[in-house]
């Protein structure tokens, strides 16, 4: 039996000051770790201050992100699963070509015009990068899809004893990556987010419902109150695989805590093996 403590860091950003955000996410570090936390995970690009049609980018700023997650995490012997923008560079060098130049300031990404990834980095306790996700479905409805490229790959890191599955916000309208999680075993599956206070209803069915299907934890880090793009809600929360909700943040800023448990996801699997009964191959022929 594995138990994890989680610490939910739901918190609202300030924009274009990622100096001040870093700061901010390493007194909650400290503070999660001091509560004997495990792992603290923040929203989706709360260093950045989440902008769907973001152009700006500064290679220094964003490995200074990564830089302080790592520091902070081997400090605090806390795991941290933070986000920030990658360039993309297969996209870089391409535009690069184009204009004739054969390196030209792409090589350095310092360039506004950089294609850039929506990216989750999940950091152990000694402040090794375990996993990076880029964000496979952008928001078109706002336009995300023309500022960055999405990616292509999921991704699954163990730690603590957990195999985790890494989603981004819109990622859970897409019942496929949750369900390739499943089936490579995770047992927890994180969605970081900056979901809009209009669709709040629709977010809490959608978690549990991914939860439930795929017998797994569901952990969801929302981000509170206002910013230039939107209003946002918080309301964070915990699913166990049985469909329970463990923790239910309210909409204001904090660090919440909830613990998982392994032999949780076991019990419910034997209990109603819905995972070992799909037709695979129905499905896929189905689709052709």
């Known amino acids: 039996m594995t138990k994890l403590k989680t610490a939910l860091a739901q918190l609202s950003p300030e924009k274009d000051n990622v100096e001040k955000n870093i700061a901010t996410a390493a007194s909650y570090i400290k503070s999660a770790a001091e509560s004997n936390a495990d792992l603290i995970i923040f929203p989706e690009q709360y260093f950045n201050n989440w902008d769907p049609l973001c152009t700006r980018y500064s290679r ?168 230039p793009q939107d209003e946002y809600f918080g309301e964070s929360n915990v699913i166990d695989p049985a469909g329970a909700a463990i923790l239910e943040a309210d909409g204001t800023e904090g660090l919440f805590f909830a613990e998982i448990d392994s032999e949780c996801v076991n019990a419910v699997r034997q209990n109603l093996p819905t995972l070992s009964d799909r037709r695979e191959s129905l499905y896929m022929e189905w689709r052709r």
């Not at 995490?73 to 690069?96: E, M, Q, R, T």
């Open 60 to 227: 220094e700023e964003q490995d200074g992100i990564i830089a302080a997650l790592k520091d902070e995490a081997s400090a605090n012997g806390i795991a941290v699963l933070g986000s920030y923008y990658k360039a993309h560079d297969a996209k870089a060098h391409d535009a690069a070509e184009i204009a004739g130049d054969s390196c030209g300031d792409y090589c350095g990404y310092n360039v506004d015009t950089t294609p850039k990834e929506n990216t989750s980095v999940f950091i152990d306790d000694s402040g090794k990068i375990l996993a990076e996700y880029s964000k496979i479905h952008l928001f078109s409805p706002a336009g995300e899809d023309r500022s960055f490229v999405a990616g292509e790959k999921p991704a699954v890191c163990t730690y603590g004893g957990f195999k985790f599955g890494l989603t981004i916000c819109y990622d859970l309208r897409f019942p496929e990556l949750f369900s390739y999680y499943a089936a490579v075993g995770c047992n927890c599956v994180i969605n970081q987010s900056a979901w809009a206070k209009a669709r709040m209803e629709q977010r809490r069915i959608l978690s549990g419902a991914r939860a439930v299907e795929n017998q797994y934890y569901f952990i969801g880090v929302n981000i509170a109150g206002k910013n």
